[in-house]
């Protein structure tokens, strides 16, 4: 990595000041955006809000109800 002159204010970038080289600005990029993330989470759920609740759903064949997953006879 090159030396960021500071004579010209103007060419100074932030992308120029970053390691972007070195594994080790990576490791700790990575670890920021999970403890970010983890902090983050329920700030996130609660904007999101509820998806919905569920219900029970009952299983009929043929217009009856199933009892305990118990088939019931054939007709005829």
Same mark, same amino acid.
């Not at 990029?29 to 998806?51: M, S």
């Given at each position: 990595?090159?030396?960021?002159?500071?004579?010209?204010?103007?060419?100074?970038?932030?992308?120029?000041?970053?390691? &972007?080289?070195?594994?080790?600005?990576?490791?700790? &990029?990575?670890?920021?955006?999970?403890?970010? $993330?983890?902090?983050?989470?329920?700030?996130?759920?609660?904007?999101? $809000?509820?998806? $919905?609740?569920? &219900?029970?759903?009952?299983? &009929?064949?043929?217009?009856?109800?199933?009892?305990?997953?118990?088939?019931?006879?054939?007709?005829?």
């Amino acid at each position: 990595m090159g030396y960021i002159s500071v004579d010209n204010p103007g060419s100074l970038y932030l992308a120029a000041a970053l390691p &972007t080289g070195d594994w080790q600005f990576w490791i700790v &990029t990575a670890a920021l955006l999970a403890a970010a $993330g983890y902090l983050l989470r329920p700030a996130i759920r609660k904007l999101r $809000g509820k998806r $919905g609740t569920s &219900t029970k759903a009952t299983l &009929t064949v043929g217009g009856k109800a199933m009892d305990g997953g118990k088939v019931p006879p054939k007709n005829g």
